[in-house]
């Protein structure tokens, strides 16, 4: 018959017991030391057995504070974006106003200033309505000018009414306009040729005879020939040779003035005739504006 033994489990469950009496005998001693010696004994304690629980949760504390710190820095690196977007949105608003209206103070009678806004309807894409018509002097047919560090032809009023008005820009695919070379010595038309979407929307130079070669970066302006737009206003640059038919034309596409996308607020030339002779006085040299307006620009003779 085998030899009686004490099982594991029984083992353990005593080895239990007499721990806890012993951590409960330490704990009544520890209660009734004096404070002094309390002190000190946890102070041991923090040292020894606590320490790396202490280290880890000193740890897990850095590393929350930390957390909270980037979300912080990040929600005021968000907020510093977003002010210094919106500002940069409003200083070139405000440059594209503070030169239409200088514009208009040079050439009293001449320009009415209007804000254009997209119908945003189906068919209605390269139309515009504005918030001056026939009582502030706006007729069928007056071109529409913006300037965006230079001034340029953005398109024509098409319908009138008492306090508004209804203009198309040249990705109108009824958009026409006489054109010539800056120094006047080259003549064709203009229109506009639809890409894919409105971003690749382009102007084309038609009907330059085949004799005629045209370099890059070349001035387009309107001719004034028809009496609908005047003579001078700028319309675009060429950029290269779209189509040739030998011996007889060539066709160029251009960089515009103005882009479509940017139109927001405007000039309307209610006294159209008057722009007439201007030339250099108006659009500057080559048809542009100079970006700066003020005494400088002055006293170059740039603008009267």
């Known amino acids: 018959m085998g030899s009686y033994t004490v099982s594991p489990e029984e083992g353990r469950g005593r080895r239990d017991v007499a721990m806890a009496a012993v951590f409960l005998a330490v704990a009544i001693v520890t209660f009734y030391l004096p404070p002094a010696v309390q002190d000190q004994v946890a102070g041991a304690v923090r040292a020894s057995a606590l320490r790396p629980f202490l280290?880890?949760?000193?740890?897990?504390?850095?590393?929350?504070?930390?957390?909270?710190?980037?979300?912080?820095?990040?929600?005021?690196?968000?907020?510093?974006?977003?002010?210094?977007?919106?500002?940069?949105?409003?200083?070139?608003?405000?440059?594209?106003l503070r030169g239409l209206l200088d514009l208009r103070e040079r050439f009293p009678g001449v320009f009415v200033p209007a804000n254009a806004i997209r119908l945003g309807t189906a068919g209605t894409e390269s139309m515009f309505l504005l918030d001056v018509g026939s009582r502030d002097g706006v007729r069928v047919g007056d071109p529409v000018l913006m300037r965006n560090g230079r001034i340029g032809l953005v398109g024509r009023i098409?319908?009138?009414?008492?306090?508004?008005?209804?203009?198309?820009?040249w990705s109108?695919?009824?958009?026409?306009?006489?054109?010539?070379?800056?120094?006047?010595?080259?003549?064709g038309m203009v229109e506009p040729r639809r890409g894919e979407f409105r971003?690749?929307?382009?102007?084309?130079?038609?009907?330059?005879?085949?004799?005629?070669?045209l370099d890059s970066g070349t001035v387009i302006t309107t001719s004034g020939l028809g009496g609908v737009i005047p003579r001078g206003i700028p319309i675009g640059e060429v950029l290269s040779l779209a189509e040739e038919e030998r011996s007889w034309r060539r066709a160029y596409w251009l960089r515009p003035v103005v882009e479509t996308g940017s139109v927001t607020h405007v000039l309307v030339a209610v006294d159209a005739s008057s722009l007439e002779g201007m030339g250099e006085r108006l659009w500057g040299e080559g048809g542009i504006l100079p970006d700066t307006v003020g005494p400088a620009s002055v006293g170059a003779g740039r603008i009267p």
């Open 172 to 187: 109108h695919p009824d958009f026409r306009v006489s054109a010539m070379t800056a120094d006047g010595k080259v003549f």
């Open 158 to 169: 098409r319908a009138v009414r008492g306090s508004t008005a209804v203009g198309v820009d």
């Open 199 to 213: 971003e690749a929307d382009r102007l084309l130079l038609n009907g330059i005879p085949y004799y005629e070669q």
């Open 55 to 96: 280290a880890t949760q000193e740890a897990l504390a850095d590393a929350r504070l930390r957390a909270e710190d980037a979300l912080r820095l990040q929600a005021q690196l968000d907020s510093l974006a977003f002010l210094v977007v919106s500002q940069a949105t409003l200083a070139e608003e405000n440059q594209r």
